[in-house]
């Protein structure tokens, strides 16, 4: 293997010229990097001495700065925000070690179908601020979507509004430390007996992921009662990819239950904030 070079920047402004170099990239927790086993690469950029550990919430948003790991959002999040999706997510994911090194801006780079981040960010309507070629703010579907914005750019911090939701997420796994097959996240709010608002999304569907917003117009500014079961089934017609040895149809079956659990939450049928992860 060839000897790969660090390189170790302290300011945005010695990092990004670093990003024009042929073969050298960004390094997060690198466990996207080692996977892919660094053929292409001829030199990493750590992004430790940059200022991109920051966890900032105010009153109106949250930010996240991309050097944070998931085991740091968790964290920081446990304090601010006892009950969030991210916190449900995220300390799920993988196993401790990996949670101690998986950053936000590696994971965002990346966005595997597996990943336990990007449902949760999509629901939330998260917005990905870069630096670099593609420099500027992207809505998270869009960043997913287009691999393009990605090229010899730093994620610099992921933000999203801050407001109080009831979460659901649910992750697929045979076992406790698994990649899930797909994930569910729902988030509702209600008042009264009204449902105020709600985002559901899956992720590791075909197509990656999707915001099923037809269904989500079946619930929202209407009053907190069961739905009709066919038209939630026509308005969540989701394929799966078969995978890890699991059928496509099966996966379809598990959605269904899992995404029935979520939505009983958005009508008040069990307790709101009890998912099943
Ligand atoms: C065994 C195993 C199990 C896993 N299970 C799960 C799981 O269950 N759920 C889950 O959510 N994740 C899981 N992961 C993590 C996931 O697969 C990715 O490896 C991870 O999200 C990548 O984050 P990273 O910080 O390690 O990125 P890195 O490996 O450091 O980088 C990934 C890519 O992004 C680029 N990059 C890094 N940082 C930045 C930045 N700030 N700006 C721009 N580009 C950047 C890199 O150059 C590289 O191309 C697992 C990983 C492993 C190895």
Same mark, same amino acid.
């Given at each position: /293997?060839?000897?790969?070079?660090?390189?170790?920047?302290?300011?945005?402004? *010695?990092? %990004?010229?670093?990003? &024009?170099? +042929?073969?050298?990239?960004?390094?997060?927790?690198?466990?996207?990097?080692?996977?892919?086993?660094?053929?292409?690469? @001829?030199?990493?950029?750590?992004?430790?001495? $940059?200022?991109?550990?920051?966890?900032?919430?105010?009153?109106?948003?949250?930010? $996240?700065?991309?050097?944070?790991?998931?085991? *740091?959002?968790? +964290?920081?999040?446990?304090?601010?925000?006892?009950?969030?999706?991210?916190?449900?997510?995220?300390?799920?994911?993988?196993?401790?070690?990996?949670?101690?090194?998986?950053?936000?801006?590696?994971?965002?780079?990346? =966005?595997?179908?597996?990943?336990?981040?990007?449902?949760?960010?999509?629901?939330? *309507?998260?917005?990905?601020?870069?630096?670099?070629?593609?420099?500027?703010?992207?809505?998270?579907?869009?960043?997913? @979507? &287009?691999?393009?914005?990605?090229? @010899?750019?730093?994620?610099?911090?992921?933000?999203? #509004?801050?407001?109080?939701?009831?979460?659901?997420?649910?992750?697929?796994?045979?076992?406790?430390?698994?990649?899930?097959?797909?994930?569910?996240?729902? %988030?509702?709010?209600?008042? +009264? &007996?009204?449902?105020?608002?709600?985002?559901?999304?899956?992720?590791?569907?075909?197509?990656?992921?999707?915001?099923? /917003?037809?269904? +989500?117009? %079946?619930?929202?500014?209407?009053? #907190?009662?069961?739905?009709?079961?066919?038209?939630?089934?026509?308005?969540?017609?989701?394929? =799966?990819? #078969?995978? @890890?040895?699991?059928?496509?149809?099966?996966?379809?079956?598990? =959605?269904?239950?899992?995404?029935?659990?979520?939505? #009983?939450?958005?009508?008040? &049928?069990?307790?709101?904030?009890?998912?099943?992860?």
């Amino acid at each position: /293997m060839a000897e790969l070079t660090w390189y170790e920047p302290e300011t945005l402004e *010695e990092a %990004l010229p670093l990003l &024009e170099r +042929e073969g050298v990239y960004p390094h997060g927790g690198g466990t996207f990097l080692l996977m892919g086993g660094l053929k292409k690469v @001829k030199g990493l950029i750590d992004l430790d001495r $940059l200022p991109l550990r920051r966890f900032q919430a105010t009153k109106s948003f949250v930010e $996240l700065g991309s050097s944070l790991t998931y085991a *740091e959002v968790t +964290e920081n999040i446990e304090k601010t925000d006892p009950g969030h999706v991210l916190l449900k997510a995220l300390s799920c994911a993988a196993s401790t070690p990996l949670r101690n090194r998986i950053t936000v801006g590696g994971t965002v780079s990346s =966005f595997p179908a597996w990943s336990d981040l990007l449902g949760p960010l999509v629901a939330l *309507e998260a917005e990905v601020v870069t630096a670099g070629a593609n420099g500027g703010i992207f809505p998270i579907d869009r960043y997913a @979507k &287009e691999p393009a914005l990605r090229r @010899k750019t730093l994620v610099t911090a992921v933000r999203f #509004a801050r407001r109080v939701w009831d979460s659901y997420y649910h992750r697929e796994v045979r076992t406790r430390f698994d990649y899930p097959a797909f994930t569910v996240t729902v %988030l509702s709010r209600r008042s +009264e &007996e009204m449902i105020e608002d709600v985002r559901i999304v899956v992720t590791g569907c075909s197509g990656k992921f999707a915001r099923l /917003m037809p269904l +989500e117009n %079946l619930f929202r500014g209407k009053p #907190a009662k069961p739905a009709d079961g066919r038209e939630i089934s026509k308005r969540a017609d989701v394929r =799966f990819p #078969a995978k @890890k040895g699991l059928d496509a149809d099966y996966l379809a079956h598990c =959605f269904r239950v899992a995404l029935h659990r979520g939505l #009983a939450q958005v009508t008040g &049928e069990t307790p709101a904030g009890e998912g099943d992860v």
